[in-house]
């Protein structure tokens, strides 16, 4: 059945699509918004800032000269308290405390090597003072003095090293023997007794408990 007239579809505008379509930005606004809301809500802190809460308050500058006397004489004291604990530590190294020795020095094994070297009379204990007389012999202008003072170092260096060589062979022996349950290295033990050995009897540390000639057992 024909309709009267002519019949006309509605169809959308091409403004109102643009204007209905959804932009980009506007997905993501929300989100971002969400982002900024969730944040901790408060300034970083200044480095110095934190120090100061971590270190507390800082006490306010002494009013009358009778005070800051007071607190110079608390920071003397407590310098002087440091100074005494750092010589006690020293003292009590000094004796062979174990508490207070390095690592390398303690134990039994190590301590019965450093009686072995110290109650021999070792040359090795002249490698500082000689050390100290080829450095005096080559400031002279003489080529006379530097020529024997090389030889003469060359021989007692040769000597040292045969004596330390000797010294390690025999002092491994004697720990083995005194410690047959410890895992004794002879390499390790020959070094620790040449370097105990080439020191100067007074600065050697721990100080020796044994004077030389003294029977070790």
Known sequence: MPYPGVVRFLRRNSADTTAEAPQPGAQLAEPLDKAHSSGKGRPTPKRREAQARRSGPVPPPPRTQREAFKRMRGNKVNKEER?????DRRARMMAGDEKYLPVRDRGPVK???RDLVDSRRNLMGLFMPL???VFVALLTPSLAV???ATLATTFMLIA???E???LGRIVTKRVRAKFPTEPIKGLSIGWYAFIRASQLRKLRIPKPRVGPGEAVK
């Open 146 to 148: 530097q020529r024997y």
């Open 83 to 87: 100074r005494a604990a750092a010589a």
């Open 164 to 166: 330390g060589f000797i």
């Open 160 to 162: 040292m090293i045969i």
């Open 111 to 113: 301590a019965y090597i």
């Open 131 to 133: 050390a100290i007389l």
